[in-house]
């Protein structure tokens, strides 16, 4: 017994090991946010950057600056970096931070594996960029990588784009695991399931979906390998394979991953609306079946992506009904938003911005997706702009804005510092105007007939184009102010309280800010 | 306010651009009865989907400017209501019904091609259109006709820019036009967006749609599935005719083919073929191995001092007639006519230093085509 205790008290005496070593070997959940975090927001830019480039060779009709071959390069790169580089590890760096928090938790479930499934991210990258100095160039077929261009007529670093998915499916699924054990084993006494905060609940259910989907992609992957370099047919028609089926095992992947980029936003935006309402969520318990029953239907809708392909009309009608259904689900999650906001205490800083807008914006987004569930109507939507337009809709100011106001509304209790709050809204304000020139117009390029993923346009979509990368320069350098404040804030800044915000409840605002290096060594009574 | 502001700068930035001719924001009404039932689809859903977004977005503009904190307003304490939430989630289900309706009739319609009365095997390829006649003795195939120098910003860019072939699938009006699609290299996209067909073309499978134009005119379109650098330069042009025009066209395309028979026996000198050649190779091959026969390293050879230019002849031909399966070196023997292939494999043994003086005539084409 008293050897016991005294471990317990040497481990609470120890801070953050020194220098880069603290970095390398730390099973510290919060090191690892922070690591994961730094990581999300250094391949936002290098996907940015590439954006950019799009953006900037798509300003006029007429090739100018970035040439055919490198242009499918950069669509297909910003792709992969953002959904696999930027999005994801962002929420896997929130839940790192927030989830034991939340829960009550001394530390992640696992932390060891935690260290080695951020760890592998970097490598993971490093393999994925380099392909760009390839002999051949960089993966140019899409972030959907559609077989047989990914496969027969892939330049031939596709082997190097096929391991590197390869270990961001290990590591995800590793941190999934990690995820779903720390919330279902670590809660603090009296932290039942129905008292778990919204972002805890969504980040369970997208653990679960990453650990069903992500073996799917790893799976599609490998048969792409196989078909080329070891001489099997699964997507080559010449060797009676079938192209299609490429298809529907990768969205049957790729759907669920649409929504693991939105899930943990959805929670993320459920504790902040509430907070800056000061009043409780309204339909929490709706709101988690909501969730479950979107993820549910996430798995029987994915051949709307193929309404084209020649499904036979029982499909067409069987996946365009299901798609439909899901907005009924996101629909209650809205409007259980709006009810929280409705007879509140209203106040408008930066975090609560991005959430507004969030709904505002995401709304539009699940508009734009109902409409392009209609299949008799997808046949001229699909594959043009107006898709550029929803999707973007829904991960740039949907995803990404969540991701923003998830860090200013926890920065403070990070570094115990606030942040500057004017510099905050001016980043929001730069960031709202700029999402909305750049991709709303993009909703009339596609309608006008402008198919994705074009180099060059022609002349009757010269005028949105122009607009569309004005606003995404726009968009683009208002980001720096974002890494300007955050840097700002670690540094030093106004002392936080331990509350934060007025309107803040949960564990996690009852702790010091910033928070203990271990913090929970004792759990939690929870009421 | 700042909302107020930004709500009037965003009506400010996009209200003059609703009158412009050129800013084209909504979908063509089209030119068949299926692109109406479409466009008129697209339209219920918008409105749906607009006055969804006006309720909704209202009670949220409301909260946020009456419910404010620095208007003095108090937090309420409500947070659950069994009725409302059933009732919000009843409500929308019923408007999906009043969607599922239409959209289920309109699907079922597209899905009927029985009837047809002209049927056209359409083929994509690394980034070209074939058109087969299947009633009738015509296929040929369908290139972008925009110059290199357009698309490099030398000389100004024609109306038509990118969307420009040399040779349109011509289609008599009032008549069910079958086409059935596939590929010979990756997976491309059909897409009139008049006709309201849009369909992939994938190897290996065969995909059908129909349509049957009302109104005869020119409709363009563009291949929508990515299917390599060349994907921007694939257009479609359809030209609608009048059954008569139609008729007199197929008469023209026959009288053609013969015109190429002749052709084909005739005696060509060297400097014939090179002339003729280069055409066809600045159309056809240029877009992989490059105007200067340098190719693209890592993925198109170089034509300029390859060994095959001064080689084997016969397996020079053959690689042209046959492709390379796996790669996209394509087969040409049916892309082509005798004399398109004889000259173009003529200059590439003289073009660019490989001065092998060989000359390969027609009638050689023919019968390594056997
Ligand atoms: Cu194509």
Known sequence: MATLDQTVDVHEDHGPAKGITRWLYTTNHKDIGTLYLWFSLLMFFVGGTMALAIRAELFQPGMQLVEPALFNQMTTMHGLIMVFGAVMPAFVGLANWMVPMMVGAPDMAFPRLNNWSFWILPFAFIILLSTLFMEGGAPDFGWTFYAPLSTTYAPQSVTYFIFAVHMLGISSIMGAINIIATILNLRAPGMTMMKLPLFVWTWLITAFLLIAAMPVLAGVVTMMLMDIHFGTSFFNAAGGGDPVLFQHVFWFFAHPEVYIMILPGFGIISQIIPTFSRKRLFGYHSMVYATLSIAFLSFIVWAHHMFTVGMPLAGELFFMYTTMLISVPTGVKVFNWVATMFRGSLTFETPMLFAVSFVVLFTIGGLSGLMLAIAPVDFQYHDTYFVVAHFHYVLVPGAIFSIMAGVYFWLPKWTGHMYNERLGQLHFWLSFIGVNITFFPMHFLGLAGMPRRISDYALQFADFNMVSSVGAFIFGFSQLLFLYNVVQCIRGGRTATDQVWEGARGLEWSISSPPPYHTFTQPPLVK | ?370
């Open chain 2, 1 to 370: 306010m700042r909302l107020i502001i930004l709500a009037l700068l965003s009506a400010g930035l996009y209200s003059p651009l609703f009158v412009a001719a050129d800013w084209q924001v909504n979908l063509d009404q089209g030119a068949t009865e299926i692109s109406q039932a479409m466009y008129s689809l697209h339209m219920l859903i918008f409105y749906i989907c607009v006055a969804i977004a006006v309720v909704v977005f209202g009670v949220m503009f409301w909260s946020i400017i009456r419910h404010r904190k620095s208007r003095g307003a108090e937090a309420h304490n409500f947070h659950e209501s069994t009725t409302i939430e059933v009732a919000w989630s009843v409500v929308p289900f019923l408007i999906l019904v009043i969607m599922a309706v239409p959209a289920t009739k309109t699907l079922i319609a597209m899905y009927d091609p029985s009837d047809a009365e002209l049927n056209i095997q359409i083929t994509g390829s690394q980034w070209k259109w074939r058109y087969q006649y299947l009633e009738h003795d015509i296929d040929f195939i369908s290139n972008l006709s925009t110059s290199q120098e357009q698309i490099d910003n030398k000389v100004k860019k024609s109306v038509n820019y990118l969307l420009e072939v040399d040779q349109p699938l011509v289609i008599p009006v009032n008549r069910k036009v079958r086409f059935l699609f596939t590929s010979n290299d990756v997976i491309h996209s059909w897409w009139v967006p008049a006709l309201a067909v849009k369909q992939d073309a994938i190897p290996g499978f065969i995909n059908e749609a129909w349509t049957k134009v009302s109104t005869p005119g020119t409709y363009r379109g563009q291949c929508t599935e990515l299917c390599g650098v060349g994907h921007a330069f694939m257009p479609i042009v359809v030209s609608a005719r009048p059954e008569a025009e139609f008729l007199q066209w197929v008469e023209e395309q026959s009288a053609q083919k013969q015109a190429e028979a002749v052709l084909a026996e005739k005696e060509w000198t060297l400097d014939e073929l090179t002339a003729h050649g280069e055409q066809v190779y600045l159309k056809v091959c240029s877009v992989c191995h490059q105007p200067t026969g340098e190719g693209v390293p890592g993925a198109f050879p170089a034509l300029k001092g390859s060994a095959l230019m001064t080689g084997d002849i016969n397996a020079h031909i053959d690689i042209v007639l046959n492709g390379r399966t796996g790669t996209a070196m394509q087969a040409f023997r049916d892309q082509l006519s005798a004399v398109d292939l004889a000259a173009v494999i003529t200059y590439e043994r003289n073009a660019w230093g490989n001065n092998s003086g060989d000359k390969v005539a027609p009638s050689q084409i023919q019968q390594q085509k056997q």
